[in-house]
C-alpha cells in the first residue's frame, strides 16, 4: 500500500460533528479519542475549518506515526536476554514492553523532541535505534516525559553505565555517613558515647581540616 506523506490527527470534542462529512469524505480513520487522514499535501482548507471551530490538531509527517508492527520489529533485530532500559531489571519476552525512547506524541508536536530522534540516529520514530525493552512499571511511569528518561534510554543499553552507576551511588553513601559522623563531632553530647567522638573527631579533622575551621568559627559555634 502506498504509503501518502503528511498525517493529520484530529481529536474528538462536542464540535466534530461540525466536520463529520468531511472525514467521512476523506476516508478518515477512528481511533476512539481521534481520527486520522493522511495526505499527501497540506489540506489548507481542513485546517482552515478547524481553526475556525477551535477543534485541536496535530499535522506531521508519516514517519512519525507509531507503526502497528514495531513489537515485532523490535524482536526480529534484537536477541535477548532483555533488560529494562531504565532500571535494569531482567526480563521474560512475553511480558516486556517495548518503548519509544523519543515519546511518539512527543515527536508530533515538538521540533525539539524530532531534534533529538535524528540526533541518535533514527530514521523513524519506529527506528531500532528508538526503541527500548521496558518493564510495565518504568513504561508506565515515563509515559510521554522527556528530559533524563531519553538520557538513561540511550546510556541503559551499556553494561558500563550501570557498574558506573552502582560505584557513584556507593561512593555518595559513604561520603554522606562520613560527612555525617564529621558533623557528630560538634555535638557536645556525643562525648558521652563511647568510641562514636574518637571516630566522629577523625572524621571531622579529615573532612573540616583545623586550617578550614579557623577561618569559620562562627559556623562551628553555631552547629555546636
Given amino acids: 500500500m502506498f504509503m501518502k506523506n503528511y498525517v493529520l490527527k484530529i481529536y474528538k470534542s ?23 487522514i493522511q495526505y499527501n499535501e497540506k489540506p489548507k482548507r481542513l485546517i482552515k475549518r478547524l481553526d475556525r471551530y477551535g477543534i485541536y490538531y496535530r499535522w506531521y509527517r508519516s514517519e512519525y506515526e507509531r507503526a502497528g508492527n514495531y513489537r515485532q520489529v523490535f524482536f526480529e533485530r534484537t536477541k535477548g536476554p532483555y533488560r529494562c532500559r531504565y532500571c535494569h531489571r531482567r526480563l521474560k519476552k512475553a511480558y516486556m514492553q ?21 540526533l541518535e540516529g533514527a530514521e523513524n520514530v519506529n527506528s531500532i535505534r528508538n526503541l527500548a525493552p521496558a518493564c510495565k512499571k518504568c513504561n508506565k511511569k515515563k509515559l510521554d516525559k522527556m528530559g533524563l528518561w531519553i538520557l538513561r534510554g540511550w546510556l541503559g543499553k551499556y553494561e558500563a553505565y550501570w557498574v558506573i552507576r552502582r560505584i557513584v551511588i ?14 557528630l563531632s560538634f555535638v557536645p553530647e556525643t562525648k558521652n558515647v563511647p568510641y562514636l567522638w574518637e571516630i566522629s573527631v577523625f572524621f571531622r579533622e579529615l573532612v573540616f581540616p583545623e586550617r578550614w575551621r579557623t577561618g569559620g568559627t562562627m559556623t562551628i559555634m553555631l552547629l555546636s
Fill in 14 to 36: 462536542n464540535k466534530t460533528y461540525l466536520i463529520e462529512k468531511t472525514l467521512l469524505r476523506e476516508g478518515a480513520r477512528d481511533y476512539g479519542k481521534f481520527y486520522t
Fill in 98 to 118: 517495548i518503548d519509544h525512547i523519543v515519546p511518539v506524541a512527543a515527536v508530533q508536536r515538538s521540533a525539539y523532541a524530532r531534534f533529538l530522534l535524528h
Fill in 170 to 183: 556507593v561512593l555518595l553513601i559513604v561520603l554522606l555517613c562520613i560527612v555525617s559522623l564529621a558533623l
